[in-house]
């Protein structure tokens, strides 16, 4: 591959698996590590997802821009460009949780976080 640094959680294009079938379901980046310069690939399960799917999320460097934070209340959020919005709920200023647990997500991403059509804030995945 071309560099862990340059691959995304989540990510199926890019590498190659030497000893693949043509039968073989594709693989997605899992995890990676910068340092030894390696990524773990996986198939996603008979569910469709990753097996590091997780349902709760810190963040850091929050901004509300709508003053706080609406804390319990069934919101909506994105941390991918043009990904489907997935439904959450904010445990508290700098923790959110999804209704559904989420494989793709990634440190350093921006969750971006709405109220039906308007954006509320969000910060950044650590």
Same mark, same amino acid.
Request: charged residues 25%; aromatic residues 8%.
């Given at each position: 591959?071309?560099? =862990?640094?340059?691959?995304?959680?989540?990510? &199926? &294009?890019?590498? +190659?698996?030497?000893?693949?079938?043509p039968n073989d379901d594709p693989y997605?980046?899992? =995890?990676?590590?910068?340092?030894?310069? +390696?990524? +773990?690939? =996986?198939?996603?399960?008979?569910?469709?997802?990753?097996?590091?799917? &997780?349902?709760?999320?810190?963040?850091?460097?929050?901004?509300?821009?709508?003053?706080?934070?609406?804390?319990?209340?069934?919101l909506l959020a994105r941390a991918r460009? &043009?990904?489907?919005?997935?439904?959450?709920?904010?445990?508290?200023?700098? +923790?959110?949780?999804?209704t559904v647990s989420q494989d793709t997500?990634?440190?350093?991403?921006?969750?971006?976080?709405?109220?039906?059509?308007?954006?509320?804030?969000?910060?950044?995945?650590?």
């Amino acid at each position: 591959h071309d560099g =862990a640094f340059f691959y995304t959680i989540g990510e &199926r &294009r890019g590498f +190659t698996i030497t000893e693949k079938t043509p039968n073989d379901d594709p693989y997605y980046v899992i =995890a990676k590590d910068v340092e030894e310069n +390696t990524l +773990t690939v =996986a198939h996603k399960n008979p569910e469709g997802q990753l097996p590091q799917g &997780r349902t709760e999320v810190v963040l850091k460097d929050v901004n509300w821009n709508q003053g706080e934070a609406p804390l319990g209340k069934k919101l909506l959020a994105r941390a991918r460009y &043009r990904a489907p919005l997935q439904e959450i709920v904010l445990i508290d200023e700098n +923790t959110a949780e999804f209704t559904v647990s989420q494989d793709t997500l990634s440190a350093g991403q921006s969750l971006v976080v709405y109220d039906g059509k308007i954006c509320l804030g969000g910060g950044v995945i650590g």
